[in-house]
């Protein structure tokens, strides 16, 4: 069975930076595009960065510029690296592995961006 764990959250204050980590266990076949997520509360979840099996990446607008995502294929891991980092980045973050049989997300992982 396939499990995606997020790790790497926690509390930063402004400006600080944070980098999350998604790894998972299981064997997922023909994965073209690995992304990170998040969702604020009272809010809908939504695409931050996403990287395809190809390198292209795309960002929210809100984190370009701030926010990297990269992956190790050998470590089967995908990360987010948050610089920069402000109050309304705060939400669950979320990875999703998105394959030609279908997704897979993780539980999601708390960053809370406060003095």
């Known amino acids: 069975q396939v499990q995606l764990v997020e790790s790497g959250g926690g509390l930063v204050q402004p400006g600080g930076s944070l980098r999350l980590s998604c790894t998972y266990s299981g064997t997922i076949f023909s994965i073209y595009a690995r992304g990170w997520y998040r969702q604020a509360p009272g809010k809908q979840r939504e695409l931050v960065a996403r990287?395809?099996?190809?390198?292209?990446?795309n960002y929210a607008d809100s984190v370009k510029g701030r926010f990297t995502i990269s992956r190790d294929n050998a470590k089967n891991t995908v990360y987010l690296q948050m610089n920069g980092l402000k109050p309304e980045d705060t939400a669950v973050y979320y990875c999703?592995?998105?394959?030609?049989?279908?997704?897979?997300w993780g539980q999601g992982t708390q960053v809370t961006v406060s003095s």
């Open positions: 990287i395809t099996s190809g390198g292209s990446t």
């Open positions: 999703n592995f998105q394959t030609t049989f279908g997704e897979y």
